[in-house]
């Protein structure tokens, strides 16, 4: 009996948190409509590990299946995947791991560049109070980010420079 050949991910590939796809190439001989693939969190500490394994379509695998982000329990690091012909009395042998790593899909505020903090919290020096250091930023549609070069004012801040506001 032949085995699965897993096509995608690639060995060592990077791939984005809800990104995630298996392709596999079936068995010219001793195919199954059904296949169990299974996900190994290869970072899991030693006293906890994690193996979720779980039957597919096989023709769904073949085109490349997009794997729920639960299936890795939104866990990033490394991560390898395995096949197998499933669906008879005696289930086919495992294919090669395929490792992977797992990334988020959008970096964290801790993970930003100093650069891309410092431009969301520059604005005009005009109309800005000193103090307090916190700086909310409207959001509503008409005074979004990006909605036009209006100016952030403090609350209670209408006309002329200097007023103070009772609140």
Known sequence: MELLKITKPAAGSVVLHGQLVVQAQP????????T?????????????????????D???LVQGLAIDPKVTRIQMGRWQVRARVSGRAVPGPWSE??????????PTQSMQSPQAK?????????????GTGLIRLQTTP????GAGTSVIRPRGVEG????ESPA
């Open 27 to 34: 068995p010219r001989v001793g195919g199954s409509p059904v």
């Open 36 to 56: 169990e693939l299974e996900f190994k969190w290869v970072d899991a500490p030693p006293n906890q590990p994690y193996v979720n394994a779980f039957t597919v």
């Open 58 to 60: 096989t023709a769904k």
């Open 97 to 106: 791991p395929m490792p992977f790593q797992l990334v988020l899909t959008q």
């Open 118 to 130: 410092s431009s969301i919290l520059q604005s005009p020096k005009e109309g800005i109070q000193q």
């Open 142 to 145: 008409s005074q979004g980010l």
């Open 160 to 163: 002329g420079e200097g007023q």
